[in-house]
């Protein structure tokens, strides 16, 4: 059967899509996957008609089309099914973790919604679409039916993650929106290209993007993971691929795609594996891949002993989560066990490896939740956090689904979720003073400057909104400046 999968994501990787398309395609099934990424992290919001009607047109011969989508891809894939339902009258599937969420609401659009994992739902979809059976009862899919809506059953999860095969990276099928608002098939130079652009935590360089285990162990009020324990409560969510897997993975797409130069883990917490599966990966990785990697840590699981082997073995920059500095703010997001002075001690141990590990740490700003003297706990215990490390900043998006969507939701917060998440940008952060203090981190500022910056006299003269504005837009224009200033310095690479 012909079928076609849509990415609205600004990103290449599409773990989940391509993950979906590779056991169509085993199950014997012909797959075309089209990527509408304009630019890295720039996904196109709206869509001019030629590319609608070209995308139509790579849709006409497909028996099921499927789209992908996270929240921030909503509007997008709502423009994506009307426009096919104008022309052909073909069943359209969506699924990833809005749909998950919030079924009802992606049913309005879309003939049939998969919630929570989906490779063997679409392949027994496929199959009894194919063969004429009823496909009306499969399990984790709701669909429009005499009227009404039927919810069927969520299936048990897939335990034995090494039985899946590898992410479809084989362009043939492939399209992706180039030049003109046209769709043009997939070449290796386009697709290195493209991953070249992507941001990725080697900067200039194509990273194949995957992960050795799905799941994470944490339950975070604002994470998606959050739903998921709650979907599939009482069932081993964290499940891997051994490493003798993922190392065969790896090694199968450095021969296929010779351009690419790192590898990039999105694990929820790669250092949640055991350390006998690290000890063995590690002594793998070095002999038969020999790239940089790039992992996620966290507070609990990251330790000097895991992160001594990983060094060896490769690792080249580590992101750590640590969200806030507030013990306020950590209750809230069901993050109990990072402590403040678990990430300072964390913070002493990575300082160790920076000849070696680049040090990322994540946080989350413009909580409504949060006071000042929150943002500034955060602040305080980054002073503590030895540099040099990066931050990066994320602006709170009450996902829905989650515990603190639902709270938003019941105090009034999210009045309009179109504008609070389906257009918002989690990187766009409010410009607040606090706001640009944080920034400072990112370039390793002079921390003496900071506990300044941070007294109750500078607070009360900046600490307020129109100060505040002025002082965050002069500090955008001067980085710019600097970065003019540095690109002339800099002298042309020669070809």
């Known amino acids: 059967m012909n079928i076609t999968l849509i990415s609205p994501y600004s990103s290449l990787a599409a773990l989940g899509l391509r993950t979906i398309s590779a056991c169509l395609k085993r199950a014997g099934h012909n ?27 790579l849709c006409s011969d497909s028996k099921l089309i499927g789209i992908s989508l996270m929240s921030g891809n909503f509007e997008q894939a709502v423009q994506i099914t009307n426009a096919i339902k104008e022309k052909i009258r073909v069943p359209i599937i969506w699924g990833g973790i809005h749909p998950t ?18 490779e063997d739902a679409i392949i027994e979809l496929a199959h009894n679409m194919d063969s004429g059976g009823n496909y009306y009862d499969t399990e984790n899919l709701c669909l429009k039916l005499n009227g009404g809506v039927k919810k069927n059953a969520i299936r048990p999860l897939i335990q034995n993650i090494d039985s899946m095969p590898f992410m479809d990276y084989d362009i043939n099928g492939h399209y992706i929106y180039h030049e003109g608002d046209s769709l043009v098939p997939m070449t290796k130079e386009l697709l290195r290209e493209h991953l070249i652009l992507e941001e990725t935590l080697i900067p200039g360089t194509a990273a194949y993007q995957t992960i050795w285990a799905r799941g994470c162990p944490y339950k975070c009020t604002y994470c998606c993971n959050d739903i998921y324990h709650t979907l599939y409560k009482g069932q081993k969510l964290v499940r891997k691929k051994s490493a003798k897997r993922i190392i065969e ?7 296929n795609l010779d351009f690419i130069t790192n590898i990039w883990f999105h694990d929820d917490s790669f250092f949640a ?43 080249h920059t580590l992101s750590v989560g640590i969200e806030s500095g507030s013990e306020t703010t950590i209750a809230l997001y069901n993050r109990r066990h990072f402590k403040p002075e678990k990430t300072i ?13 680049r040090i990322r740490y994540d946080i989350i700003v413009d909580n409504p939740y949060e006071t000042n003297n929150d943002v500034l706990d955060t602040i305080k215990m980054l002073i503590k956090i030895p540099y040099p490390y990066m931050l990066q900043i994320f602006s709170l998006t009450f996902f829905p689904g989650t515990e603190l969507y639902r709270k938003a939701k019941k105090d009034g917060l999210l009045r309009d979720e179109a504008e609070g998440i389906h257009k918002k940008h989690y990187f766009k952060i409010k410009p607040t003073y606090l706001n640009l203090i944080l920034k400072l981190f990112s370039v390793n500022f002079s921390k003496s400057v900071i506990k300044f910056m941070i007294s109750p006299p500078m607070l009360f003269i900046f600490n307020r909104e129109w100060p505040a504005r002025l002082v965050f837009r002069a500090s955008k224009i001067t ?14 690479k020669k070809s």
């Open 31 to 57: 797959v075309k996957m089209v990527f509408l990424t304009a630019s890295p992290h720039s996904p196109l919001s709206n869509y001019s008609r030629k590319l609608l009607d070209g995308l139509v047109a």
């Open 101 to 118: 969420s919030m079924p009802d609401e992606s049913l309005q659009y879309a003939d049939i919604v998969c919630i929570g994992e989906g």
């Open 249 to 255: 993975e790896i090694k199968n797409i450095k021969n």
């Open 273 to 315: 594996i055991s350390k006998e599966d690290l000890t063995e990966f590690s002594m793998l990785y070095k002999k038969e891949i020999g790239m940089p990697f790039c992992a996620l840590g966290d507070p609990i699981f990251t330790s000097e002993e895991k992160l001594s082997m990983l060094a060896d073995a490769g690792l």
């Open 345 to 357: 001690r964390l913070g002493e141990i990575i300082n160790k490896f920076t000849d070696k590990i």
């Open 479 to 492: 980085w710019l400046i600097l970065k003019k200033i540095k690109n002339f310095l800099t002298p042309p």
